[in-house]
């Protein structure tokens, strides 16, 4: 019998691996499939599994969302996140109050529920999912002007925090209608507060374990990142803060630190965020019975409507009022507020705390997400043509050899591509002057790579595979004419 769980889980994970080449085809969300896929796995599909366990599939959501969470803060570039922050941070508080209020004043007389519990599916719903927009913004389709990548990177990765103090609140004003104001306000300070310093802390902690302890096996250093990212969880939330938001924080802390086998663990993390997404959703997906969704559709496309065309826009364009974004980028932030996993794992709190109407609730719930992902998460290359926000994609080149920072060696491995304006452009290496610690290692070239010698002849659009310490680095960039070190790439190619 075990045998056979086993095959089923291996084919389950196989097929999801195989549909995502239809998401990469035709451009729809490969977590909508991993959706679908669970649910036809499930006991109103051919696949006929029962499974109706609400407090199980919460925990595998946040142990899944843990480790979601963690590797898209280690794949943010700092850099870049930076001059968004202060939107970023708008979006993620304010812009998730507003678009909860609003939805919730609106879908409480549609479903016939009190406005707390309106309230209630509102807060559920509010956050952008993370998850989804990784997944949907780093697809090869995705490119996108100006800042508005990592401003939708930064909203979806930190404003999960907001949303569950909300549903918590939420539940417990319910659950105790003794509750006061003044609870909701320690809550939020001490969640947000305790959050962010433990993640900021347990970041460079994690940096400074893993260079200091040098283990024996480099096979113990992916056991030790993920036993430092659950302490972190684990840690924040005994503490009375938001555990999300910590490992979130720590990632971003980590991922901007030299630290040895750095691309093979953020290659580790970045698999086990995939494996983590499809187990994710398809245990969401084997939750739902298809079957109780087709009395509420017809209500649930409204709620969807609604969230999509009026609450999110008006928290979005409230949020963003300080900001320089042009209306463009304000219309297409509020379009890219796409539900995934975080709500559906949401509203099983309220079917744990047995919450009146928990049952409507989840699956008006399930309904908006799979609505927001397929019209949304389809339309978004879409939506960025139409309103001339997208750009060309850069592809990132594959090279032959591969550095990983150990003890001992200061340089790092950067990227610098020679613009037609650049000095160097039509003279030899050996006749530019640069720092004996800047070596070049490797030229690409076209389609080509050239092993340079100090004859090789540089050319305009030559890719230069380097490898130096950061002030050998300025000075290269200097005589190169670059804009300083801030035109290499940060981080060592694949």
Sequence with gaps: MNEWIIIGVALLLLTSVLVSKISDRFGIPALLLFLILGMLAGSDGPGGIYFDDPGLAQSIGVVALVLILFSGGLDTEWTQVKPVLKEGMLLATLGVLLTAVILGVCAAPLLNLTWQEGLLLGAIVSSTDAAAVFSVLRSRGISLKGKLKPLLELESGSNDPMAIFLTVGLIQWLTQPST?????????????????????????????????LRLGYEGL????????????????????????????????????????????????????????????????????????????????????????????????????????????????????????????????????????????????????????????????????????????????????????????????????????????????????????????????????FIIPSGGTVLQSGDTLLVLTDKPSLEQACHRLGLKGSAGARADAPD
Excluded at 187 to 193: A, E, I, P, T, Y
Excluded at 261 to 286: E, P, Y
Aim: charged residues 15%; glycine residues 10%.
């Design 180 to 212: 006061s104001p003044g609870d909701w306000l320690v809550l939020f300070v001490r969640q947000m507060g305790i959050g962010a310093v433990l993640g900021y802390g347990m970041g460079k902690a994690i940096g400074f374990l893993i260079n200091r």
């Design 221 to 448: 250093y992916p056991v030790l990142t993920l036993a430092l990212v659950f302490l972190t969880f684990g840690l924040t939330s005994v503490l009375g803060g938001s555990g999300f938001l910590a490992v979130y924080l720590a990632g971003i802390v980590l991922g901007q630190q030299d630290f040895i086998h750095k691309r093979s663990l953020m290659r580790f993390h970045d698999g086990l965020a995939w494996l983590m997404q499809i187990t994710m959703f398809l245990t969401l997906g084997l939750l739902v019975f298809p079957s109780r969704l087709v009395p509420i559709a017809g209500v649930g496309m409204v709620i969807a409507l609604i969230l999509m065309f009026l609450a999110r826009p008006v928290g979005v364009l409230i949020s963003l009022l300080p900001s320089g974004l042009s209306w463009r980028e304000k219309v297409f932030v509020s379009w890219v507020g796409l539900r995934g996993a975080v709500p559906i794992i949401l509203a099983t709190f309220p079917l744990l705390a047995r919450v009146p109407h928990a049952d409507l609730i989840f699956n008006v719930i399930f309904f908006v997400v799979l609505t927001s992902v397929l019209l949304q998460g389809t339309s978004i290359p879409m939506v960025a043509r139409w309103l001339n926000l997208d750009a060309p994609a850069e592809p990132r080149r594959a090279y032959p050899i591969e550095f990983t920072p150990m003890h001992g060696i200061e340089g790092e491995l950067k990227e610098l591509t020679l613009p037609a304006d650049s000095p160097a452009v039509g003279r030899a290496i050996v006749e530019l002057g640069l720092p004996p610690e800047f070596l070049i290692i490797l030229i690409a070239r076209d389609k080509a």
